[in-house]
């Protein structure tokens, strides 16, 4: 992972052949760099192409998924600038941990079964199983001290609930969402159920005008879809319920995750109260780029 990233950083510069690479990162061993390179080659986002001069040599590039791929560890770097109010490496111990955190956790199921509302560690266990109790526990208690979860009692055991932090957390996972659907080959892009639980996570974050009251129903792909609450600026997300909704927001997972990271929205089918809609998918994106 260190040289990894670090390769992908140094070739924003221009082309380099692999000695040049090694001499900036300490001169590690010739074969550690090239399995590293290899990573990166293999999954498209560095290039080789042979130079002149020393017969047999190559000059290493970045391609446009690995430019790409730049982006998605910004998201990821600007996530943990929020999480400990300050610079935190990708490759430092912290950053490696806590993002290993975010991502086992989304794995797990965890964020999906607390997004709609707070759960016990046995409630849990009842909706989770693929995971023993002990491993649940173990992943909860991480997710604890990485304060993507807390107890909703101040003093002994309670009922767990999301963090501000997890709900922040969407913005990265969705940039990788957008790598592995256009360059990921070998990776699953993500489902219309995590984009659900995406949304779930993200749209209470929204803080509109207390003059703005309604319903809006969001529909990703082929699942059941959300219901929106807005209560003088306050937003409720629950799961889909019945009631003609004021407003309609609808598309492709693809889409969806622009309007995440970019907040373009011209790709979703709007109905109904319009502006509502509008209101409360751009309130999610500028939330989302708050760090």
Avoid: N
């Avoid at 690479?21 to 498209?44: D, E, N, Y």
């Avoid at 040599?57 to 998924?65: I, Q, V, W």
């Avoid at 690995?66 to 490496?89: C, F, H, M, N, R």
């Amino acid at each position: 992972m260190p040289f990894t990233l670090a390769a992908l950083y140094a070739l924003q510069d221009g082309p380099q052949p692999l000695e040049a690479l090694r001499a900036q990162f300490g001169s590690p061993p010739p074969t550690t760099l090239r399995g590293q390179i290899r990573v990166l080659t293999s999954s498209g986002a560095v290039e080789k192409q042979r130079h002149g001069g020393f017969p047999g040599g190559f000059d290493y590039h970045l391609s446009t998924p690995g430019t790409e791929l730049i982006e998605v560890a910004k998201a990821l770097s600007d996530w943990l600038q929020g999480v400990y109010g300050g610079p935190v490496s990708l490759t430092s111990g912290t950053g490696r941990r806590t993002t290993r955190v975010l991502i086992d956790a989304w794995r797990s199921g965890i964020p999906h079964a607390l997004a709609a509302s707070p759960r016990s560690l046995t409630e849990l266990s009842g909706l989770i199983h693929d995971l023993s109790y002990p491993a649940l526990e173990r992943r909860v208690a991480a997710m604890r001290r990485a304060r993507l979860l807390e107890s909703t009692r101040r003093e002994g055991p309670g009922p767990l609930r999301i963090t501000k932090r997890l709900r922040l957390g969407v913005r990265p996972l969705a940039a990788a969402w957008r790598w592995e659907s256009r360059w990921g080959w070998d990776a699953p892009a993500a489902t219309a159920e995590e984009l659900d639980t995406a949304l779930l996570l993200a749209l209470p974050l929204v803080e509109l005008p207390i003059s703005i009251t309604g319903t809006c129903g969001l529909k990703v792909g082929d699942s059941p879809g959300l219901s929106v609450v807005i209560e003088q600026g306050a937003v409720t997300v629950r799961r889909k319920q019945a009631g003609a909704p004021e407003a309609c927001g609808a598309g492709g997972i693809d889409a969806w995750i622009a309007a995440i990271l970019d907040g373009h929205i011209s790709a979703l089918r709007l109905a109904g109260d319009e502006l509502l809609a509008s209101e409360l998918l751009t309130g999610m994106h500028k939330k989302l780029r708050t760090k």
